[in-house]
């Protein structure tokens, strides 16, 4: 495994399956997140595996890109891990735009499920 810690091996994975899931087919992403599950997705707030599913599913584009270009993943101290992304990305034929995501995995019964996930591009026009 290398020098890298077991929590930065989990959150890249995941990382890497959350968004080849995303940008192929974003209604097989229900296997990630649990009832419990919480996302606010451009300051709007979805709890539960359905309500995110539902969300990530209407999105108003057919097809999007995601490129990340830096990642950083914790332990915390009841056994999670807490991962950023930080990319860009690009839906059908808009230009490239940048983002944050935020995801605090748990272990469940031997599987790493997404609890917590925070959103937002980044745009910097704050007027």
Same mark, same amino acid.
């Given at each position: 495994?290398? *020098? ?10 995941? #990382? ?14 229900? @296997?990630?997140?649990? *009832?419990? +599950? ?12 359905? @309500? =995110?599913? /539902? ?8 097809? #999007?890109?995601?490129? =990340?270009?830096?990642? *950083? ?7 999670? =891990?807490? +991962?950023? @992304? ?5 839906? *059908? /034929? ?13 272990? #469940? ?19």
């Amino acid at each position: 495994m290398g *020098d890298k810690p077991i929590w930065e091996h989990i959150g890249s994975s995941f #990382i890497q399956h959350y968004y080849q899931l995303f940008d192929n087919d974003r209604t097989q992403l229900g @296997a990630i997140y649990i *009832d419990a +599950s919480c996302l606010t997705w451009e300051g709007q707030q979805f709890q539960g595996k359905a @309500a =995110i599913v /539902e969300k990530l599913s209407s999105l108003p584009f057919q097809k #999007i890109q995601h490129s =990340i270009m830096a990642q *950083d993943h914790q332990p915390t101290p009841d056994s999670c =891990i807490i +991962s950023m @992304a930080v990319g860009q990305l690009k839906v *059908d /034929e808009d230009p490239i735009m940048g983002f944050h995501q935020m995801f605090l995995l748990k272990n #469940i019964n031997d599987a790493w499920v997404c609890t917590n996930d925070m959103f937002r591009l980044a745009l910097h026009n704050f007027g």
